[in-house]
Each structure stands twice: as structure tokens, then as C-alpha cells.
Nanobody
């Protein structure tokens, strides 16, 4: 079992920045691929960023590439999502998820993940 707790969401103006955190417990953190998804009202949950077990591999959705950065701190069992140049369309609930298989295959597929956090709301205002 893996427990995930997100934090860092809030209200920010367009063009601003936020950093989300996701603290993991219950399993060796360095064995987990960690990803971020988001879900806007009335829309499906979508993949936005992922990071490999070593941290050397990252992958982003086109919609956030160049604006968001995912990182991990294994000493703190935490994955981060630095969000810059935020846009109105970034408003959503943001979720982290974990995959213990270690494979980067299909990381964008929601069904790959058994472990999810409760989500943190990010609201971007004009």
C-alpha cells in the first residue's frame, strides 16, 4: 500500500506560480514512479507530468511543457510540481499517483495507477 497526500494548492493570478507537493508513505519511495494528473470541472482526469524512479527521466503533457517541472526528493519521500506562468485553463484539482512497477510505459494512462492522493485544488484567476 502507498499513501499519498498532496498540498500546496490555492488561488493564484494568471501568470503566477505555485508549487505542489505530494508526500508518500507505505513503500520505499525510490521504487515508485510518480506522476501528476489533473481534473477540471466537467472534464476527464488528464496526465500532466511524470518522473522516473531515479529522477533522471521526466515526461510532460504538451499543455504544460516548458511551464511545469516535476522533481522528487527521495530523502523526504516527496514529489513536487513547480507550476509557472499559470493560465486560467490550469484551474483543476491536481492529483499525484504512484506506480510501483517501475515501468515508464503507459505513464499517461490513468488506469495504470492504483495509488492516488486526495487531490489539491488549484484555481487561477484573471
Amino acid at each position: 500500500q502507498v499513501q499519498l497526500v498532496e498540498s500546496g494548492g490555492g488561488l493564484v493570478q494568471a501568470g503566477g506560480s505555485l508549487r505542489l507537493s505530494c508526500a508518500a508513505s507505505g513503500r520505499t519511495f525510490s521504487s515508485l514512479i510518480m506522476v501528476w494528473f489533473r481534473q477540471a470541472p466537467g472534464k476527464a482526469r488528464e496526465f500532466i507530468a511524470g518522473i522516473s524512479r531515479t529522477g533522471r527521466g521526466t515526461y510532460y503533457a504538451d499543455s504544460v511543457k516548458g511551464r511545469f517541472a516535476v522533481s522528487r526528493d527521495d530523502a523526504k519521500n516527496t514529489v513536487y510540481l513547480q507550476m509557472n506562468s499559470l493560465k486560467l485553463e490550469d484551474t483543476a484539482v491536481y492529483y499525484c499517483a504512484a506506480d510501483p512497477t517501475g515501468s515508464f510505459d503507459f505513464i499517461t494512462v490513468r488506469g495504470k495507477y492504483d495509488y492516488w492522493g486526495q487531490g489539491t485544488q488549484v484555481t487561477v484567476s484573471s
